[in-house]
Every structure is written in C-alpha cells, then in structure tokens.
C-alpha cells in the first residue's frame, strides 16, 4: 500500500522520527518508488531519534534531509505528503503524537499539503480526549532553557518541554492502518464511538478476494503476474517464499566461485544426428547404453505431443477442455510409469533417463507423474537463457505483480474453514479466500487439512 500512496520523486515530511511503523512504511515503499524525505529536528527532545531515523532512510538509499524545526513552514509549499507515525488515535478520530507535530500539521493545512498518519489497528483507543491538556505529559523544561543561563531564566515567566501533542481530526486527512486507508470519520460509528478493530474488519474496507500463493519460483511468480496483468488491482496476493530468494529450482549457483547459470540434461538438438553411442555411467559401471534410434523413438513421441498442443489450441480458456479436446486427457489419465510401458519403452530407458529429468524437473518420479510430465521433461529443444539467470524473469514477475513477497517464511500448514484457509507460518496465521500451491507438494512438507480435520488428499490427481 505503501508505494500506492507515495509518487515517484515526490517530497515527503516527516516530523516524527521515533516511529518505527513509519520507517518500515517508508522502506517498504522504496522497494518501488524513488523519493526524497525530509525529516524534522524535533528540538529538544527528538533531536538524536531524528538522525539516527535519517541515516536508516539513508542506508535504505532514500534521500533524506533533517530540516530545522524553524524551516518548516517554508518548506512546505514543495512538500507532497506530511506522513506522521502516531502514539494512540482516540474515539473522536484525533491521534496524540510526538511534541511538534501540531505545529507540522498547522503548516500542512495552510499549505493544504495532504496529511497521512501510520497507525495499526491497535493503535485504536476508545478515549475521548474531553480535556487535551491533561493527555499531553511534560518532560525536563531546562531542554528547552539552559537553567545556568541566569540572566535569561529571570526574564522569562513559564517554560513548558510537551513531550508529546494532541492532532485534532481535521488536520489529519487518511489513517493508513494495517488493513487500508481510512479517513477518521470511517473509524467513528454513528453513536460516536470509535470502531473495535473486530468492527472496522467487518466493514470489509479491502474488498479484494485474498489469495496466498505458496513458493516463488516460476510457478508462483508467474501466477501472481498473470492475476494482475489480467484482473489489474482486483486480487490482495501474498507469496510466501521459504528460501531467502525468488526462482526457486531456477537459481543461480556459485560453484567454486564460477556462477552457474543454466543447467540441463540434454546435449542433443532434436535435428541432430547422433553420433557415436550414448550410455549412462553411474559412476561403477555402465547402466544403460543405447542404440542410434533411441532418440528417434523418444522423439516420434515428442512430436506428436507437442504438434497437438500447438495446433489450433491457443489462446485457451480451460485446461481441462484443453486436455479433453487434445485427447491429452488419455495421457494424464496414466501415470509416467504406465504410460511409457505402453509405449515400448524400455525399463533402464525410463528409469535411468527419463526419470532423472522428471525428478530435476519437476521432483517427482514416474509413478508420481502423468505421461505428458514425463516428456515434456525430455523435450529441451531450442532452450535459451536470460544473461545472468532465468530467475531474473520470475524475480520481475513479482515486482511488477505488486504482490506482497515474504521471503524465508515457510508455510507450516493449510486449514480450510468456514472464514476461508488459514494459512500458518512461522509463529502467525492469516485468511486467505484462495490459495495456490505453486511448489512440489511432497516436499514442500505442508499440512494439508480441511476443516473436519481430515487431511485433505496429498495427490489431488487421481489416476485411472
Ligand atoms: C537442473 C534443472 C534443469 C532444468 N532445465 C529446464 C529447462 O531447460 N527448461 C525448462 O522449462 N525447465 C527446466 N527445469 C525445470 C524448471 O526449472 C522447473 O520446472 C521450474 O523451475 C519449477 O518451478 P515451480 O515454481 O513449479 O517450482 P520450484 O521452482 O520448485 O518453486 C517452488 C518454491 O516453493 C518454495 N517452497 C516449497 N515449500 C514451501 C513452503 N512450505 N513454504 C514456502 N515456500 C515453499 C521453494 O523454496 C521454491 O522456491 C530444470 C530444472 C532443473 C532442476
């Protein structure tokens, strides 16, 4: 939400450095968005918590200026947003915040320069601030009036050090909380009260269906693309990643300081002769050694497959039909296994070579997948490769997805019930309408259950 509500080059003000929801905030938006924040001293008591916030901008390469307090007003005009973190949002829709603020907002309104304040949900109290004095505590006034300055204290009646200010409602103009924007009049029912957080989820603000995808590799991320390139903004998509990069078993890897890009297990282009025999060593002896037709034979079958499932079937809109039409659906029906039994093909043959392309591939052997598995897993032809790494395309997808990406977070388990699939990871759980299994279910090591408690089958696809 972060990068939907900040602009490319855009002038943000902060005046409230020790928020740490709005650093993350302001982080999160820089994964997509290049802006500039300035960020106010805060004299006297947020003068080092506004430095230290500053740098941390700085070391998430978002240009950051600390601007005295005095400067604000002038400022102003080219400032964008003023984005505040606050400390407790009251019944009335007003928030306190950090000493300060109140003065940052008043130049906002005469500027009316558009006014944000990050607050969570339980950030939502249901005090009203009847007397706005008395919330406001006072810290040491000699910050603010060095007490050895004899001269200048005789002359001065009363110094006052506020450690905090009271933002009435209308200086603010959107609540952005953990389950969207809000104006303050949202988060007051008719009676005056402030909504429970329970209340403002029912309200049902982000109406977008929610749905988890499991695994970022080509899968997922392809997944998460395509929902939005053809329903743009209609779906909410997390991705849950265990490892601590996108691609999953398209990665690329160090070996002994060489980068490896690409892997794969074929040598020979479908319109190459072989030439000479080709075997398979295990390392002890010879397992399987093979005549000049086997490529022949494997690539009859090939063909065939792949001329029905390009001929006339494209664009489609069903698999299934797909499938069906394509006469596929006698393939899919049998098992690897089974199918190249049918087929004549040799034991050695599709045990020590087609089942080690099924396994690199897709991590299933041939008892597990469907005959059209088992040859698409041998037809590399005409690959090609993206310089540096295929995973760059998948790591692309999820950027331009606007998908939330939570890298190093396993899923742990899948329950169904009647609020939707609650999806469990690493200490937390969250609902999800739908969720898409994108990663070899079998190691993926998920537990699977619908809301009785049964497990929920573990091979979805029945075979004949
Ligand atoms: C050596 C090799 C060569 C290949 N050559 C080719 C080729 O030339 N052409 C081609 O088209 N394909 C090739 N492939 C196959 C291709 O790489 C895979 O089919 C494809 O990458 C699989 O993508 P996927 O998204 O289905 O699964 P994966 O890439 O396995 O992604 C699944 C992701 O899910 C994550 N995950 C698993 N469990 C959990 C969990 N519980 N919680 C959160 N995350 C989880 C994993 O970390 C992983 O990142 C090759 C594969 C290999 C290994």
Redesign the pocket.
Known sequence: MSADLIHDNEILLTPTPTSDTLLQFLIRARSKRKFTVLVTENYPNDIKAAHIFAKKLCDHKIETIVIPDTTTFAVMSRVGKVILGTKSVFANGGCMANSGVANVVECAKEHKTPVLAVAGLYKLSPLYPFNRDDLIEVGNSGKVLDYSDSKLVDNVDVVTNPLDDYVSPEHIDIYITNIGGLAWVVLVSSNGAILSPQELFNLNIDKRERIAI???????SSAAYYLQRFSPGKYDVTI????DSVG???TTVDVKGHKVET??LSTQKFGEKVKGTVAIWNGDRVVLELGSSWWSNIKLLINKFLQSYYDGNFPFANLTDLTVESKFSEVTHLTAEEYLYEQEISDDFANNLIQAATR???AQNLDQIHGIGSLVAVA?DG?EQVKDGNWIIFDNFIKYSDAKLHLQ???KSIMKNEEGWLVSYDDKTSYFDQVII???FG????NLQSGSGKKLSEHPVEFK
């Open positions: 499991i695994g970022a590799g080509a899968g997922g849950f990643e265990k490892s999953g078993r398209s892997f794969n690199v591939n897709y590399a690959a977070t396993r899923v994108a990663s070899p190691q993926s090591r998920i």
